[in-house]
């Protein structure tokens, strides 16, 4: 199986260098992974590095903690779009989701999803599910449902446990078909990276992803 077509070739460490970021645009191009992941600073760069080729651009938004103010969160998601971004992977308000505080969530939502997706671009909500209860995801899946976003994914990789194959399932198991799933956090080998779409995953968010596809 070509995992490579799965992956978001992802760097979004706190120091990140700008040679390490033309590195992973490289080899994004070379093993043909569907997209890079990368800090909003970098956007414009890559793009330059990245044209004429099918590989797509995604950067974080209220990354990692999801607590910025949802006004914050759009204009982050507007200037990372119209710099060239692809796709947006956006944490949601993990305080507001715990305290159940849906209209503030079904704002920041339609919000953020409107001014992506109206440019073009694809709009990923990442939930933390480390840090929520059963409950709590399954609150999440039936609010993202009914925000029409394009993607839920499991974690920012800054919280254990990250993507699991039970969480993958349940996020499946709860979700429209047209809603796809991201599994992200701890992917390191090419046998969990596919049990992960085994389970319903349709990208995985990696670092590890060139000794992933070549072992």
């Not at 890079?36 to 099918?54: E, G, H, M, N």
């Not at 969530?105 to 339609?110: A, I, P, Q, V, Y």
């Not at 039970?166 to 049990?195: C, T, W, Y």
Request: glycine share 6%.
């Amino acid at each position: 199986m070509n995992l490579a077509p799965y992956i978001d070739h992802t760097l979004l460490k706190a120091d990140a260098s700008e040679a390490e970021i033309k590195k992973l645009c490289d080899e994004a191009i070379e093993y043909g992974f569907f997209a890079v992941c990368i800090p909003p600073y970098f956007v414009r760069k890559s793009k330059l590095w990245l044209a004429d080729t099918p590989v797509k651009i995604a950067t974080v938004v209220g990354f990692p903690m999801g607590f910025s103010h949802t006004p914050a969160k759009v204009e982050e998601a507007r200037r990372a779009i119209d710099e060239g971004a692809n796709e947006i992977d956006m944490v949601i308000n993990i305080i507001a989701l715990k305290a159940n505080d849906m209209n503030y969530l079904r704002n920041e939502l339609t919000s953020a999803a409107t001014i992506t997706q109206l440019r073009g671009g694809k709009l990923k909500v990442i939930l933390e599910t480390g840090l929520l209860s059963k409950e709590e995801i399954l609150r999440a899946c039936k609010l993202c449902e009914e925000m029409t976003v394009d993607f839920v994914k499991t974690s920012t990789g800054h919280v254990q446990p990250g993507a699991t194959v039970e969480v993958v399932k349940l996020l499946r198991k709860n979700l429209p078909p047209g809603i796809k799933i991201k599994a992200s956090g701890g992917i390191h080998d090419k046998e969990f990276a596919m049990q992960l779409i085994e389970a319903g995953a349709d990208r995985l968010g990696c670092s590890a992803s060139v000794s992933i596809v070549t072992s």
